[in-house]
């Protein structure tokens, strides 16, 4: 090296310390506070995600009931449209019955679909209540994180399986405040 790019060196290396200097007593000073929780630590001792839980097992129940309902009255509804195709075919020629039986194949496949539209918006409509009770648990527990950011100063609240390390744990905290 020469003297000139020595000379320059020096300059760019002091400058450099004192930025790392200055950063280090930045950092210090306005230290931040990560706090995460356990989903699922949430889910197994909450009292409200037991409920969910409970509601959950109803809904699948009532739709399992509902499903064998529509089942049922399918299954009635196409009988009775095979036997509304067998007594039209008789008598029939080989053209005849086919274009009979693409007939009954289309209106046999509409039912189909309009059963199914039934159960889609019955699932629907189950789903909906869950996503709801979901929601307002979600709802409770940002309020409790929202408190205890206030009062304590966090900066951030991240879910457990991202937290790699540090941080603190504030699982039992929230559980212990929608416990009560």
């Not at 409200?48 to 529509?70: D, H, R, T, V």
């Not at 603190?168 to 929230?174: C, K």
Request: glycine share 4%; charged share 30%; hydrophobic share 35%.
């Amino acid at each position: 090296m020469n003297k000139k790019m020595k000379k320059m060196l020096i300059p760019v290396v002091v400058i450099a310390v004192l930025a790392l200097a200055l950063t280090g007593l930045v950092s210090a000073q306005t230290k931040t506070t990560i706090g995460y929780i356990d989903r699922q630590q949430l889910q197994k001792e909450l009292p409200q995600y037991q409920e969910l839980q409970e509601l959950f097992e109803s809904k699948q129940a009532e739709f399992s009931s509902f499903g064998a309902y529509i089942q049922t009255q399918l299954n009635n509804e196409l009988n009775k449209l095979e036997k509304e195709k067998n007594a039209e075919i008789k008598g029939k020629s080989e053209a005849e019955i086919k274009t009979i039986e693409a007939k009954y194949q289309e209106r046999a496949e509409k039912i189909i679909q309009s059963y199914q539209q039934k159960l889609d918006a019955e699932n629907e409509r189950l789903t909906g209540e869950l996503r709801l009770k979901e929601e307002e648990i979600d709802r409770q527990i940002r309020k409790v994180l929202e408190q205890i950011t206030n009062k304590n100063g966090y900066a951030i609240i991240l879910e457990k399986s991202v937290v790699y390390w540090g941080g603190v744990d504030l699982t039992d905290q929230v559980i212990t405040a929608l416990k009560k």
